[in-house]
């Protein structure tokens, strides 16, 4: 089998919301990049199917976008498919101790922002974004392939992949996209920190007695967090999409419920804060695990999104950190690039590495935070809990500041996550 020797200048593994958001970016400052991606569909196939999803109704994989990934995802030009097709703008959110009397409440209004974030369907967002790399040749998207070996590093960094048809491919540099159980971290020897939250994530559309009012609801119950995502379109205002993460045991014994049942057990749940919960599509459970790994960077590789770390759902962070470490990672190789330095070194790689791994840490230990705060506590622990949700509340500047932080409009952001003026 003959080497085929640098035709692009980066290759990404792994074509979802993450690998294929940073390939764009990468050609539109004139990069060659090879794009492989281990299923079959082809991205025509997935642009074309979704007029007629979005009339079958909503996916039950839904992501809530920050406005800094709104600002990467325009950047990338897919932020105007996306609203023509569908996403869901909410103005609000309503968070509440189920155990307790805290509650907190965040308004974009107070922000001066016309909404916090949008709800939108991740095969929306991932079809916009193929439908942008359309316009660029620079792009070889490459489907049902998948690494099967990676060769150690040569002098500047790059690598040999051997395909599972057999090919083999050189890239300066690999960068890793392909989600949380990434097979370049695996093949590229980078060890991560793995455990299971004790937590599994039923997720579904539902519909509700009472309108959403476009806020998000979450009631952190003894079980484990609960949220209501408001969505657009249909019973205008009474569709939500329910990320309920709970423990293994009592997933199981949601998942057997009939849906009448279902929908009773759900009401109880989230303290009848929309009314009965009238109808329910059907349901998924997903196993949510943390991972992180202990360095996003080897020599001639790089790991971003999922591949590099994985976050419980509860503060909706998960591909909004995966966008941030796409803009920094696109600045980074486009300076080498253009400073004619060699992609795969760990000198230009580092700096990558620099940029994204604190904040990523952070969130993730804050994530673990919340989640053994609202745990089973004893009772003078809940007291606290309630009184420290209902001062942070209280305190305007305070509050104001963790929304935008979450937001994504404050704190040192990669340039193109930064909204255009
Ligand atoms: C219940 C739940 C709710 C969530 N809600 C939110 C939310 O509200 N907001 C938010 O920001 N995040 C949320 N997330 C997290 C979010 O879904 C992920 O962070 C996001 O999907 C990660 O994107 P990615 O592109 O890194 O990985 P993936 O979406 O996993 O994409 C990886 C791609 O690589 C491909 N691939 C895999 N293996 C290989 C291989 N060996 N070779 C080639 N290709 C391969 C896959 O087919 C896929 O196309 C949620 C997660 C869960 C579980």
Known sequence: MSL????????INGAGMVGAS???????????????????QPPERLIAAIPEQLAAGYQPRVSA??????????????????????????????????????KISFDAAELHEPYLGHIVENNVTLAGIYQAMQDYPEISLFTDVQMTALSAPDQQGGRVLTLSNGETLYAPVLIGADGAESRTRHLAGIPATAWDYGHHAIVTTVTT???????????????????????????????????WSTSPKHAQELMALSDEEFCHALTQASDVCLGKVLTTDPRFAINLRQRHAHHYVAEGVALAGDAGHTIHPLAG???????????????????AHQQQLSLGSLLV??????LRRSDNLRMSATMEFFRRLFGDRPAPIRLLRSRGMNLVNALSPVKNHLAMMAMGVKGDLPKFAVRRG
């Open 209 to 243: 007695e009472k309108s959403h009012q476009w806020q998000c609801w979450q009631r952190f119950t003894e079980d484990g967090p609960l949220a209501f995502l408001p969505l657009s379109g249909g019973v205008e205002g009474h569709q939500i999409s329910l990320v």
């Open 317 to 335: 962070q998960g591909v909004n950190l995966g966008l941030l470490d796409v803009a920094a990672l696109a600045e980074v190789l486009i300076d």
């Open 65 to 102: 976008l920050t406005l800094a990934s709104q600002a990467v995802l325009d950047r990338v030009g897919a932020w105007q498919a996306m609203t023509a097709w569908r996403v869901t703008p909410y103005t609000g959110m309503q968070v509440w101790d189920g155990m307790g009397s805290g």
């Open 22 to 40: 940073l390939a764009v970016l990468l050609a539109q400052a004139g990069m060659k990049v090879t794009l492989l991606e281990a299923q079959a």
């Open 349 to 354: 790689l580092r700096r990558y590495q620099r």
């Open 4 to 11: 085929q020797i640098a035709q692009a200048d980066v290759v």
